[in-house]
């Protein structure tokens, strides 16, 4: 059994299913259930395709928000509190953002 395995079969909720394992600053490794990919949109086009996959995903699961577009990274922790998601980082990286989101409720 691997560590994947047993760090799932530790969540009282039924396993998500795993696209990727993230090292987040301050966060340590969490499980991504979904990626978004809004590089090359423009607002409010990033944070309607973020409304729509919350809407999709489990109570605990995180989703990562690529980004290119400044104004929409810098509009994400608030749109998070309005969504009832917890952010959990914004990531610069050459060129675009990724942000990281956990439904709260």
């Given at each position: ?21 993230v ?23 990033p ?39 917890e ?19």
């Open positions: 059994m691997g560590w994947l395995d047993r760090l799932l079969r530790r969540r009282r909720s039924p396993p998500v299913s795993v696209l990727r394992m090292d987040l600053p301050g966060r340590g490794l969490v499980a991504l259930a979904r990626s978004v990919d809004c590089l090359g949109e423009m607002c409010p086009r944070q309607l395709l973020t409304v729509k996959v919350v809407d999709e995903v489990d109570v605990g699961d995180v989703i990562e928000v690529l980004t290119d577009n400044a104004a929409a990274a810098e509009g994400f922790p608030a749109l998070a509190m309005k969504l009832d998601c952010h959990l980082a914004t990531v610069r990286e050459t060129g675009h953002w990724r942000i990281y989101l956990r439904r709260s409720a």
